[in-house]
């Protein structure tokens, strides 16, 4: 018998109990909605953390920063490392092939005024890559740029919060600002950065990312210069040439560090780790609604199984007559096991439209993050081929091995 | 020869005890033959016809039909002989209740392999006719009559142009009128040229068969030639 004719005996056999059909059915049907719906949130899940971090900045930063030591007594090594300083970050930039960009940070809080407005602001020292590395566009006039820092020039960039807090609407590109009693000229408005986690517990309002629009940047050879008593830097952000070169990047820097230091007070950690860290954290939540998903596409399958042996033993003679006039055991067996498939394949059709109705509620009225890909829906339909075959085959074997003299025999 | 068998043995295991249904069965059937085998319940006379049928095989002896030795054969290979040389009769007609007349008829065809559908349902119309169930094609089993039934099933048993028709209590299920009528197709398909075994225990059918072998207790007790 050939694959659309067993297709076809196999609707034809659901066709005749349709009460037994839907019944078999409702299992793997739920059972799929839910493999979908869970999957998509999932996704959803995975791809607002990607785009949180992409927004950040890409996947070939590598942040640095101090290791905190818990301990109270310190070795003498410890002691003598000045942690992290401008001096490494130009260490770096020199002696590490892999990199593209360093982009080293002193952020401080210091008085500034504005005609008669007077705040104690944010002020980050840093240099030109600081925009690159977290992509962050300027939205009038430019940022520090390299000569800037090597003239240890007195310009000011703006944080669009920040702008709006000294200058209002007015224009601020040419004025002159005052942060702890030595002028500053504004060169350039940052664009605004926003981003809106979705679900949970009215984070919807808040800006994560508000953190950026309220800083005021100036070139870290001016801070040290002028701020602070030394090169130490609170942080530090380099990019690697490309993804793949990640990994060296990772290494020299580490070699770099650990020459300057002597003892390995730093930490490397990279955009994707981090990302990696989070998914992390939701894997639980994944393993649960995983399992969940699972397991009622396992009582599916097992109803399936069930239905299907009731199916047989209905027609016990049927097989003894289907045998009798030729046909073989394997005839017999990939017969039944189409009709399994054919069964959990359409309940999983179902199941998919189901669950995309019900992923878009949850979307909808829940305003949880989903991500519904084909892939998601491939899985979801050879899931459902999948249990057909698993749960349809001892079934199918059994109806194989009847004996047709007994079976014709069968009341 | 078309059928030889020799010296069939056939014991069944039922745990404890051990029943012995067939002790030594030599029988030689020619092609066109009209036979009848009959027996009391328990003689062995159904389980002669099951191996013979080749639905089951033989404890020991040698069978051969159509010069290809089957006594040794199983599964697939059994299932085929099955296929191409025997066509079954049952007394309940055994149709299968959810296809129509004609895809019942066409199953056979569908088990061989090769034929496209088309093909076998034309096949199929063209015994039907013959047996004039023409009218009948698209009906369900249960649409039609007794007679009608064993008709179809009659044309299920030729589709494949079988060796052997081996027909088991064909009129055990219909009124006398009609078994008349369905002993009237056998006999003609007798005369066709066709070799026919009926297994009855029925005195009144196995007098139409120009042969008649009696089997009692495993073995065959005596034969009579009409």
């Known amino acids: ?411 | 020869m078309l059928i030889a068998t020799k010296n069939l043995r056939k014991t069944y295991d039922l745990g404890a005890a051990q029943v012995e249904a067939l002790r030594g069965v030599t029988l030689e059937i020619e092609q066109g033959e009209y036979v009848a085998i009959m027996g009391p319940s328990g003689s062995g006379k159904s389980t002669l016809m099951h191996i013979l049928g080749c639905l089951d095989t033989p404890s020991s002896g040698r069978y051969t039909l159509a010069e290809r030795e089957v006594s040794g054969l199983a599964g697939r290979a059994l299932a085929r002989v099955r296929n191409e040389e025997i066509g079954f009769v049952f007394q309940n007609f055994n149709l299968l209740p959810r296809i129509d007349v004609v895809a019942n008829v066409a199953l056979p065809l569908v088990y061989l392999g090769g034929v496209s559908k088309k093909e076998r349902r034309t096949r199929a119309a063209d015994v039907l006719e013959r047996l004039g169930l023409g009218h009948r094609l698209r009906h369900r089993p249960n649409e039609l009559s007794g007679g009608e039934r064993q008709r179809a099933s009659i044309a299920r048993a030729l589709v494949n142009e079988p060796s052997i028709l081996l027909a088991d209590e064909p009129t055990g299920n219909l009124d006398s009128k009609t078994g008349k009528e369905i002993m009237d197709i056998l006999d003609g398909l007798s005369r066709e040229g066709r070799t026919v075994i009926l297994v009855t225990h029925d005195a009144n059918v196995a007098a139409h068969a120009r042969r008649v072998v009696q089997i009692e207790d495993g073995v065959i007790a005596r034969e009579e030639r009409t």
């Open chain 1, 1 to 411: 018998m050939n694959f659309f004719e067993s297709i076809d005996a196999g609707a034809r056999a659901m066709a005749a109990n349709k009460a037994r059909a839907v019944i078999t059915t409702i299992g793997i049907v739920l059972g799929v909605a839910s493999v979908v719906t869970l999957l998509s949130l999932m996704r959803g899940g995975q791809q607002q953390t990607e785009a949180y971090f992409a927004e950040l900045g890409g996947a070939r930063e590598l942040r640095i920063t101090n290791t905190r030591t818990d301990r109270v007594f310190m070795t003498a090594a410890e002691r003598a490392s000045e942690r992290l300083t401008y001096r490494d970050a130009q260490a770096i930039l020199t002696d590490c092939p892999a990199v593209l960009t360093v982009d080293p940070e002193i952020t401080r809080f210091l008085d500034v005024s504005y005609r008669d407005k007077n705040f104690m602001m944010k002020v980050l020292g840093t240099n030109r890559h600081y925009p690159y590395a977290d992509d962050m566009p300027v939205a009038k006039g430019r940022f520090i740029s390299d000569q800037d820092c090597q003239n240890y020039a007195n310009v000011v960039m703006l944080g669009p919060t920040y702008k709006q807090d000294l200058f209002g609407d007015e224009e601020a590109i040419g004025k002159t600002i005052v942060i702890r009693g030595v002028p500053f000229t504004v060169v350039g408005i940052m664009q605004k950065k926003e981003f809106y986690f979705r679900g949970g517990g009215g984070s919807g309002d808040r800006n994560v990312l508000e953190w950026f629009n309220r800083s005021l940047y100036i070139p870290i050879t001016t801070m040290v210069k002028r701020f602070t008593v030394d090169d130490r830097l609170d942080g530090l952000e380099i990019a690697a040439k490309s993804v793949e070169a990640v990994p060296d990047l990772t290494e020299e820097a580490h070699t770099v560090l650990l020459r300057h230091h002597g003892v390995e007070d730093f930490t490397i950690e990279s955009k994707s780790g981090q990302i990696a860290a989070q998914n992390q954290e939701g894997a639980f939540f994944n393993i649960i609604f995983s399992a969940v998903a699972f397991v009622s596409l396992f009582v599916g399958g097992v109803v399936i199984a069930n239905i299907m042996l009731a199916s047989i033993a209905e027609r016990i003679r049927e097989i003894g007559v289907r045998k009798a006039i030729g046909a073989s055991g394997l005839d017999v067996f990939v017969e039944f096991l189409l009709e399994a498939i054919v069964v959990t394949t359409s309940g999983g059709l179902v199941g998919i439209l189901l669950g995309l109705g019900l992923t878009a509620a949850v979307e909808r009225f829940l305003g949880m993050p989903v991500d519904l890909t084909p892939a998601i829906v491939a899985i979801a339909l050879l899931t459902s081929v999948g249990v057909g075959i698993v749960f349809g085959m001892f079934p199918a074997i059994r109806a194989a091995r009847l004996n047709p003299v007994e079976a014709l025999r069968y009341q």
